[in-house]
């Protein structure tokens, strides 16, 4: 009898011990929500705020509860919120707000769902960027490398590449036909040559470039119109054997030798009598070169005179490679030769351009009248038996736009 009292209060007392723990638990519940157990609003799902200029989307959905109602969005630290009212559908319903009006730089947002008996979400966080002033003036137009007009009423434009990760996606250009129509197109930034077609000689074309600072913009941002003026090639009007590659009308079998049409003074033809001539990589280039055992080239020509009408004028000359010193010069002058270089601020040339780097070389100029005109290019170059100084050109170019 004993041993059945001992196991009763055994078991009444674990009883009680069980009982205290269960009450302390729902005391430090209660504590925490004093009216009893909290109701919670079914959260915002999929929630993503997306870029734009000086403002942001807020988008997400409502999947769960159809008790809701409402919808406040606070941000940068509850400084500014907005209250949405909301009517569910009973099915999937989409959340989507512009918040105008945002300073330039990142953005933190809070959700909170409100259902009808006026209880609350748990807060769902996401964060977001408004762009503005300071990424515009980041902002470059997309450079074009070459634009000219054929005979063919076709205008083509080589594009230069740009910085993919600022956001650039495509260039819009406009231009006028052949029928004085506006014509606009876009260009992707993936594209490296255009053809605008049937252009009118004569036009101009304007240009800008379009970015999208990330993935997630719903504003895209320009730069500001550029105007480009095209001239027609007429290359193969007036000049002849001008590369591509260029022809020797002489040469020694091996490297070098004498250039075909063009007029080569004599300090430039310092490799046994050949010079300005090179097969360089097994293709013909316009060349200078001193040192490395080749005498030096003192005041050096290589030009050609031609009869040109009036109107605007562009002399181009393509170098693939040079040194970084010398003196070297694309030029366009009256008469029929080019001046010396050592003279050039006494007796200019209609117009010259130094260099001493890689790229497309040009002068432009303007004629009101016929006239005879040298263009060419000019070089003072110097080397020992183990250094050298040099210049090589691919290919040369004359564009012309009429009065």
């Given at each position: 009898?004993?041993?059945?009292?001992?196991?009763?209060?055994?078991?009444?007392a674990?009883?009680?011990?069980?009982?205290?723990?269960?009450?302390s638990?729902?005391?430090?519940?209660?504590?925490?929500?004093?009216d009893?157990?909290?109701?919670y609003?079914g959260?915002?799902?999929?929630?993503?705020?997306?870029?734009?200029?000086?403002?942001?989307?807020v988008?997400?959905?409502?999947?769960a509860?159809?008790?809701?109602?409402?919808?406040?969005?606070?941000?940068d630290?509850?400084?500014?919120?907005?209250?949405?009212?909301?009517?569910?559908?009973?099915?999937?319903?989409?959340?989507?707000?512009?918040?105008?009006?945002?300073?330039?730089?990142v953005?933190s947002?809070e959700?909170?769902?409100?259902d009808?008996?006026?209880?609350?979400?748990?807060?769902?966080?996401?964060s977001?960027?408004?762009?503005?002033?300071?990424?515009?003036?980041l902002?470059?137009?997309?450079?074009i490398?070459?634009?000219?007009?054929?005979?063919?009423?076709?205008t083509?434009?080589?594009?230069?590449?740009?910085?993919l990760?600022?956001?650039?996606?495509?260039?819009?250009?406009?231009?006028?036909?052949?029928?004085n129509?506006?014509?606009?197109?876009?260009?992707?930034?993936?594209?490296?040559?255009?053809?605008?077609?049937?252009?009118?000689?004569g036009?101009?074309?304007?240009?800008?470039?379009?970015?999208?600072?990330d993935t997630?913009?719903i504003?895209?941002f320009?730069?500001g119109?550029?105007?480009?003026?095209?001239?027609?090639n007429?290359?193969?009007?007036?000049l002849?054997n001008t590369?591509?590659?260029?022809?020797?009308?002489?040469?020694d079998?091996?490297r070098?030798g004498?250039?075909?049409?063009?007029?080569?003074?004599?300090?430039?033809?310092?490799?046994?009598?050949?010079?300005?001539?090179?097969?360089?990589?097994?293709?013909?280039?316009?060349?200078?070169e001193?040192?490395?055992?080749?005498?030096?080239?003192?005041?050096?020509?290589?030009?050609?005179?031609?009869?040109?009408?009036?109107?605007?004028?562009?002399?181009?000359?393509?170098?693939?490679?040079?040194?970084?010193?010398g003196?070297m010069y694309?030029?366009?002058?009256?008469?029929?030769?080019?001046p010396?270089?050592?003279?050039?601020?006494?007796?200019?040339?209609?117009?010259?351009?130094?260099?001493?780097?890689?790229?497309?070389?040009?002068v432009?100029?303007?004629?009101?009248?016929?006239e005879?005109?040298?263009?060419g290019m000019?070089?003072?170059?110097?080397?020992t038996?183990?250094?050298g100084?040099y210049?090589?050109?691919?290919?040369?170019?004359?564009?012309?736009?009429?009065?």
């Amino acid at each position: 009898m004993k041993l059945n009292n001992i196991s009763v209060l055994s078991w009444l007392a674990g009883a009680m011990l069980l009982c205290l723990a269960a009450c302390s638990k729902m005391d430090e519940y209660r504590n925490f929500a004093p009216d009893g157990e909290k109701a919670y609003a079914g959260k915002i799902d999929s929630l993503k705020i997306y870029s734009g200029r000086n403002r942001v989307l807020v988008k997400g959905l409502f999947i769960a509860d159809p008790k809701i109602v409402a919808c406040r969005i606070y941000w940068d630290s509850r400084k500014d919120s907005v209250t949405i009212a909301i009517k569910r559908t009973g099915g999937v319903d989409t959340l989507s707000r512009l918040i105008e009006g945002l300073d330039e730089g990142v953005h933190s947002f809070e959700v909170v769902t409100i259902d009808t008996f006026q209880n609350r979400s748990v807060v769902v966080n996401a964060s977001g960027t408004a762009y503005g002033d300071r990424y515009q003036a980041l902002l470059l137009n997309r450079p074009i490398n070459n634009s000219e007009l054929n005979n063919n009423a076709e205008t083509k434009i080589s594009w230069g590449g740009m910085d993919l990760t600022s956001g650039v996606f495509a260039s819009e250009l406009t231009f006028t036909d052949t029928f004085n129509v506006q014509r606009k197109i876009r260009v992707p930034i993936g594209i490296t040559d255009t053809t605008l077609k049937p252009y009118k000689y004569g036009s101009s074309f304007q240009y800008r470039t379009l970015f999208l600072p990330d993935t997630l913009s719903i504003d895209t941002f320009y730069t500001g119109y550029q105007t480009a003026n095209v001239l027609m090639n007429v290359t193969a009007d007036y000049l002849k054997n001008t590369g591509g590659p260029f022809k020797a009308s002489s040469w020694d079998s091996k490297r070098w030798g004498v250039l075909d049409v063009w007029s080569t003074s004599s300090s430039v033809k310092n490799a046994g009598g050949y010079g300005g001539y090179e097969l360089r990589s097994n293709v013909g280039v316009l060349s200078f070169e001193a040192g490395w055992g080749l005498p030096n080239v003192s005041e050096g020509k290589i030009s050609q005179t031609v009869t040109l009408p009036p109107g605007t004028y562009v002399f181009e000359a393509v170098v693939d490679a040079c040194s970084t010193s010398g003196a070297m010069y694309v030029m366009a002058a009256r008469g029929t030769a080019l001046p010396n270089i050592a003279t050039l601020s006494t007796n200019p040339a209609l117009a010259s351009v130094a260099f001493t780097s890689n790229g497309t070389k040009q002068v432009s100029f303007v004629l009101t009248e016929p006239e005879t005109i040298t263009l060419g290019m000019a070089a003072t170059l110097t080397g020992t038996g183990s250094t050298g100084q040099y210049c090589k050109i691919t290919a040369v170019r004359l564009k012309y736009l009429k009065p």
